[in-house]
């Protein structure tokens, strides 16, 4: 396979999402709003209750704002391509292309990505003047960027999933807007898993969402003992595998229904 | 050898029937009946490389499903197809690069970009040679006048800058066949004049085989020396548009200005359609005598200022095969 294509589609995608300055100024301006706005409510919510659950507050505000920052990159979601093209009727014209289409998607999302996550620097620059944050060592942190990869493959293919449906459905709205709810809550973007009480914790952390924000936060902040590394980045790989195999089912048979059906 | 070839193709669309209401709606989950829509019914063709052939047909008479097959997006329910020894449905990549598709409601543009950044993509999705690609671009930004928007992101661009575009997208690769679906719909006369000329020049220069799909019969008169006519999902005719206005009679129309009215007018073989004022139209057949035997007789007799002739129409004649079905040797 030729990877120069999708080379080129992620770099056009990182230019498209250029032009739109706008937007990009005002996303940074919004996340560091947001990082004020958490270390208030983390201190008030603090100055009742000293460090629930082991977590002191210069932690919590580390977290919070890591989560933050993760957000920026993941909530790129280069797949709603796929919902868009097959509204439009477009789909079909992509099919007759010499490419694979998921790999398309891929490199799209990954291009635009990419231009967020530069946008994370200036974010992160502008964060800290309000807001000081954990720095871990090296070791941790190359655990936190290995494990922060695994998340977004999966929550690529969990993106991927959800557009897909739209093969089926044509619109696919309220499940996104759902799945992202149940994803921001369940899989520790707003606030750590640890602080689900008892079995609905062990529930939370056992489902995929955690893979996506829990896991390579809890090992940012030393929530998760070194030891305990290998497990975590073996459960992101099951799930990972077992996305990536509904995903692939799930391109097959919408492939099938376009060639059959007509799409 | 012909490069593209179908036998007996045929698809079935395969739908659930619904019944109707609630209650209906709720039947539909557990029992399944199905209605069967035959968009193609076995239509046999074969286009030699480098033809350029309109491909029309009345709306739903199962064009875009043929265009469909042949591009590879869509299996047929049996029959053979071949497009450059290939089987589209079955190798569809491979079938991807040896075709170019330009549709005129739709753009593979890229929409937020300059033209040009568009090109490049193609470039290397189809890893056209640097050098083969300088030459394309360069040749067809001369050809369809794209200088001045090359720069510009296709949002901005007018509808002809953009089929001006989406023709040169098609073409970067190039490809051995190009399927064309209504690329003049909505275009003002001198951008379908340019794309006319475009196509016109491709299949000529390059050799690239044409197939045409379009209601603007002009389109297919100025550029199609063969058409295939399709209706309900089969193949009506097949052969020259010369051919074609034959069967449908060879009756003409002449078209006489008088230089004095001249109430009684009439002349010999010639039947008269029309008379008003000055001007008067004669329908005569071709077969029995010449246009110019008809206009010595009318000059002989009476004052005339000015004579054309008109041809039958092809679209007169297409709107007639739609309405009444295609009857070989009918009489205008």
Redesign the interface.
């Known amino acids: 396979m030729?990877l120069?294509?999708y080379?080129?589609?992620a770099s056009?995608a990182f230019?498209?999402e250029a032009?739109y300055r706008f937007e990009v100024f005002t996303e940074v301006g919004s996340l560091v709003l947001r990082v004020y706005l958490l270390r208030s409510i983390w201190t008030a919510l603090y100055s009742q209750n000293l460090a629930p659950l082991g977590i002191p507050l210069h932690a919590m505000i580390t977290y919070a704002t890591v989560a933050l920052l993760m957000s920026l990159i993941l909530e790129v979601d280069g797949t709603r391509a796929i919902r868009d093209r097959i509204r439009?009727?477009?789909i079909?014209?992509d099919?007759?292309?010499?490419?694979s289409l998921p790999l398309y998607f891929f490199s799209d999302g990954f291009g635009q990505t990419a231009l967020h996550a530069l946008l994370v620097l200036p974010a992160l620059g502008l964060a800290l003047l309000l807001v000081r944050i954990d720095v871990p060592p090296p070791a941790t942190l190359a655990a936190f960027a290995l494990t922060f990869a695994l998340g977004y493959l999966v929550n690529f293919f969990l993106n991927f999933i959800m557009n897909a449906v739209a093969f089926w459905t044509l619109e696919t709205f309220a499940v996104q807007l759902m799945v992202r709810w149940a994803s921001d809550l369940l899989g520790g973007q707003l606030l750590p898993l640890t602080f689900f009480p008892g079995a609905l914790g062990a529930i939370v952390q056992a489902l995929p969402f955690a893979a996506i924000y829990w896991t390579p936060l809890r090992i940012y902040i030393g929530e998760l003992p070194p030891s305990q590394w290998g497990s975590a980045v073996a459960t992101q790989v099951v799930w990972l595998g077992v996305f990536g195999a509904v995903a692939y089912v799930m391109w097959r048979l919408a492939e099938r229904r376009?060639?059959?059906?007509?799409g | 050898m012909p490069i593209i070839q179908t036998r007996d193709l045929r698809k079935v669309?395969r739908s659930i029937k619904r019944a109707p209401g609630a209650l209906g709606a709720l039947r539909t989950l557990f029992t399944r009946e199905y209605v069967d829509k035959v968009a193609v019914d076995g239509i046999t063709m074969s286009l030699e490389a480098g033809e350029l052939v309109g491909y029309i047909g009345p709306n739903g008479a199962g064009k875009s499903?043929t265009i469909?097959m042949l591009?590879?997006?869509?299996?047929p329910t049996s029959g053979m197809i071949e497009v450059a020894g290939l089987v589209p449905?079955a190798q569809?990549?491979?079938n991807?690069?040896n075709?170019g598709?330009v549709?005129g409601q739709?753009s593979?543009l890229?929409w937020?970009?300059p033209l040009i950044?568009s090109f490049?993509?193609l470039r290397?999705?189809?890893?056209v040679p640097p050098e083969r690609y300088r030459r394309n671009l360069a040749s067809f930004t001369a050809l369809l006048e794209m200088g001045d928007f090359l720069q510009t992101?296709v949002r901005q661009l007018s509808l002809g800058q953009r089929m001006r575009g989406d023709f040169a997208a098609a073409m970067m690769h190039d490809p051995q066949i190009i399927y064309l679906d209504e690329p003049t719909i909505g275009l003002d006369v001198v951008a379908k004049e340019s794309i006319r000329q475009f196509v016109a020049e491709i299949n000529r220069e390059r050799g690239t085989t044409v197939i045409l799909t379009t209601h603007d019969l002009a389109d297919v008169e100025r550029l199609c020396r063969r058409i295939v006519l399709i209706d309900n999902g089969t193949l009506i005719y097949d052969g020259t548009i010369e051919d074609l206005k034959d069967q449908y009679g060879t009756h003409r129309t002449l078209v006489v200005e008088l230089c004095a009215p001249y109430p009684d007018f009439h002349v010999e073989g010639a039947e008269i359609v029309e008379h008003e004022g000055l001007r008067v139209r004669l329908r005569f057949d071709r077969n029995a005598f010449g246009a110019d035997v008809l206009i010595r007789r009318v000059a002989d007799a009476y004052a005339i200022s000015d004579v054309s002739i008109e041809e039958p129409e092809l679209e007169t004649i297409i709107r007639r095969i739609y309405r009444e079905g295609y009857e070989p040797k009918a009489a205008v």
């Open positions: 030729r120069a294509p080379l080129a589609f056009k230019a498209r032009t439009e009727g477009t079909a014209t099919f007759m292309k010499p490419i376009v060639v059959v059906q007509g | 669309f499903t469909k591009t590879g997006i869509l299996t449905y569809r990549k491979a991807a690069r075709i598709v549709f739709r593979q890229y937020d970009l950044e490049e993509l290397a999705i189809y890893a992101p």
